[in-house]
């Protein structure tokens, strides 16, 4: 049983059984309960706020401002005494500020449910704001992004990057860490500002599944009480910068050891779109991440080995750690299509990028096959309840799906793919996918030449380390070699200024 119940501002949903409304939640409240018979209770605390919120010239501040809260203490207790709370506990609290959202989460047994809302609920509401601790999370945001982003990794480097571009003068345009000039420039006045204005009641939206009862949410109310009841308003989000037509390369110029790849476009798509669902299926059939289901991981790695793997996205993609999955909480109102070549060998990239493209045109120009259809949507209905495997990514996805104005994209998708026809795909793909205005952002050792090469419109052969690559594969191979590159221009960037202001 699924309820949603928005009236006078309130916003509760339940799902399962067990659980109605409270009416004694504030109205600016927005709960989204999962009971169950679990022992243990997932958290989320989400507000509406995210690097999309950073003044300019203070790039970083509301990623800076969650670290302050989730690694900082509470004005009763230091972070290393809530650490050693939390140790028999089995517990902890993550933090992650994304575009247009900050998350909170927890995962504890419910035996130890009140002590640890207490604790985090003080971290939330009274920060600690200690100035050792500003210090030390800055420093860390500093050399983020001017060490591991710039410096250990390259396909990081990458994709970051091409977000830049793709939202130029844009709030989207920076790293959710922020940039190193806007870091080194913050206050601890500045996090108590952003937490002052952004964390309120009208902005929280709460989260709670497991072994939860109806007592528990009024405490939790009542420990949220002296917050701000008023929300702000959302920042304004401007359409993207229209790219101009043709290849527009971006080539940061590192000593690295091979050359990875990024490119993409803005679409008008999100998940509160039918159009979106359409779109689902057919990137599962292109390059759905870290499988072998996608045509760029059977056709660049599989029957080429060009790199470890080929994947393409309808919307922003986080991995949730070590998995293969998209983490949950990280909607936007605005999102991309892109697809992510992981590094090849450097004398391999002029022809990666040729066959990712050849493939991006031939699902434009020929569609998916009835045939190819079935198989991936049958694939994507099995493989999506794979999002949904623990308690704490079901809650994740069901307040996703509140944020959009719909269930959470697992049961959308359960509900739309059965009546879904191939026509319906390709027609979605017409509309919104297209090969004339791309962005492509590459981080190689040799900028100049490879642009060079790219721009003379030369074919650029792959060759192969060893003998015996079928025959149907070098046919294609001479076809994707002199795939045009139409309207290629390149802009050589230094890696020591990506991302310094």
Not at 12 to 25: C, D, E, M, Q, Y
Not at 166 to 184: C, N, Q, S
Request: hydrophobic share 40%.
């Amino acid at each position: 049983m699924n309820m949603t119940y928005r009236r006078l501002g309130l916003s509760i949903v339940v799902l399962g059984l067990g659980l109605t409304a409270f009416a004694s939640a504030p109205r600016s409240l927005r709960l989204t309960t999962l009971p169950s018979a679990s022992p243990l209770v997932a958290l989320r605390f989400v507000f509406d706020a995210g690097s999309q919120d950073d003044p300019a010239g203070k790039e970083g501040i509301a990623a800076l401002t969650a670290a302050m809260i989730a690694e900082g203490g509470s004005q009763d207790l230091t972070y290393e005494q809530i650490l050693e709370k939390f140790y028999p506990m089995a517990a902890a609290l993550s933090g992650d500020c994304r575009k247009e959202q900050t998350t909170f989460a927890g995962l504890v047994h419910k035996d130890n449910l009140a002590e640890y809302t207490k604790i985090v609920t003080a971290m939330i509401t009274h920060p600690r704001f200690d100035p050792q601790d500003f210090e030390r999370l800055r420093s860390e945001s500093v050399d983020y992004v001017s060490k591991t982003l710039r410096g250990a990794s390259d396909e990081e480097l990458g994709k970051t990057f091409l977000q830049t571009i793709l939202y130029e003068k844009h709030p989207y345009g920076h790293p959710d860490r922020g940039t190193v000039k806007a870091l080194k420039a913050l206050s601890l006045d500045d996090v108590k500002s952003f937490h002052r204005r952004y964390y309120t009641l009208g902005n929280l939206h709460i989260g709670a599944a497991g072994g939860i009862e109806e007592a528990y949410f009024d405490k939790l109310k009542q420990s949220f009480s002296t917050l701000s009841p008023t929300p702000t308003q959302p920042t304004a989000l401007p359409k993207p910068t229209p790219r101009p037509a043709g290849l527009t390369a971006s080539i940061i110029a590192k000593p690295a050891a091979s050359t990875a790849i990024s490119l993409g476009f803005p679409i008008n798509v999100t998940r509160a779109d039918d159009d979106f669902y359409l779109l689902a299926v057919a990137n599962s059939y292109l390059g759905e991440h870290r499988t072998f289901n996608g045509k760029l991981m059977q056709d660049l790695r599989g029957k080429r080995g060009l790199n470890y793997g080929d994947y393409s996205y309808i919307e922003d993609f986080i991995q949730d750690g070590q998995g293969a999955f998209p983490a949950p909480n990280n909607p936007r109102r605005q999102q991309a299509f892109t697809i992510w070549i992981r590094p090849v060998p450097h004398d391999k990239a002029a022809f990666a990028l040729k066959a990712a493209l050849w493939e991006l045109d031939r699902l434009v120009e020929n569609g998916i096959s009835p045939q190819d259809f079935e198989t991936t949507r049958s694939f994507l209905a099995n493989y999506s309840n794979l999002w949904v495997q623990t308690l704490p990514r079901r809650l994740g996805y069901a307040m996703d799906g509140s944020f959009y104005g719909r269930a959470d994209v697992v049961t959308e998708l359960a509900k739309r793919l059965p009546t879904m026809t191939v026509d319906q795909v390709n027609a979605a793909v017409r509309r919104h996918l297209n090969t004339k205005a791309i962005s492509v952002s590459i981080v190689t050792k040799d900028a100049q030449g490879l642009a060079n090469k790219l721009k003379s419109g030369e074919p650029t052969p792959l060759i192969y380390d060893t003998e015996g690559t079928p025959e149907t594969i070098l046919s294609e191979d001479k076809i994707i070699a002199k795939f045009p590159l139409k309207g290629f221009t390149a802009t050589i960037v230094p890696v020591e200024s990506v991302f310094e202001e």
